[in-house]
């Protein structure tokens, strides 16, 4: 066994591994079930032995790896048409928590003890089983925990308040290369990209990173990080000017005596505090 | 009708325009169609504002002539 061999069977097996993985598809890599682990471990292993040892004949290690992802493919397959195969292929979950209680059957079944279960808790950040309304363990071994209600962290909807959506930002610049297809999805073409580059007082070549936000906005990053770039906050001025202009209709209308340009005046000092609160959620940073 | 108050009258005019101006850029600009929706509304409410003082700066200024 020379280091050439070595050389050479590492070539082949890692061809190999990389079609095979490449076909299993991203599933087998995240390694949700029973199933894919075993799969996981044995590929890897199988390669590893053909590699280092002499004895091994190499078309006996790439027949092992064909049958062990063949199985595995057409598991996968086979799972997806059937829910009782899946639950034993595929394993099922066990209740640990419910109801805040533990479920000591299933700490049994399953062989945790209660200092396992505790450290999974304390892995979460959770130290007091009491704040624990529902936990379970999935297939694979990993604790999924839901907290009680008044444990979770706040959110806007339990404040009531309005958030309005955002969609995800578009990266159009990237290590200086303009990202045609993410400037093409948020509806931009390149001047524009050119024009918003220069209020902001800069120009493509010097950008290394940029992003287009809900509202339009872009935000880069310099090759150069001496250099700062203004903050743009285009929509924050806008409410100012809002707020600013209504306070002045509303000071015209007392300054006024005419009654008839009064009301005129005091009318549209309503209308543009209506804009204002309607406008306001979308305005804020 | 006070001179300065004129003046006062005429830039608020203008601030309601760039208001106008700036929300149909956002508008236009915005990926989400709930943004879009409110403000192209909020551009129009700003446009008839616009429209009504624009008037009362007219009807003003024919009586500061005569």
Redesign the interface.
Known sequence: MTVFDVMYRSLIFIVILFIITKILGKKHISQLSLFEYITGITLGDIAGEVIMSKDMHIMHGITGLLVFSAVSYFSDYLTLKNRKLREIIEGKDTIIIQDGKILEEGLKKEKYSVEDLESLLRDKGIFKVKDVEYALLEPKGKLSVLLKKENQPLTAKDLGLNM????EPQTVIMDGQIVYEALRK??KNLEWLKTELEKLGTTIDQVFFAQID????LSADLYQDQISIPNQN??QL?LA??K??QA??E??SL??EEPE?QK??S??AD??K??QI??EP?LRE | MLLENFIEIKKTLAAIKGIEAQLSILALNSSEEEAQIALHEAMIEAGQIKHDIQKTVYTLERNKKS
């Open positions: 309005p959506n955002e969609k948020s509806g809900t509202y339009g906005e285009e929509r806008l000017v809002i600013r202009t002045e209709l000071m015209l300054q006024t340009t005129i005046y009318l549209n209308k543009m209506a804009i309607k406008i979308y």
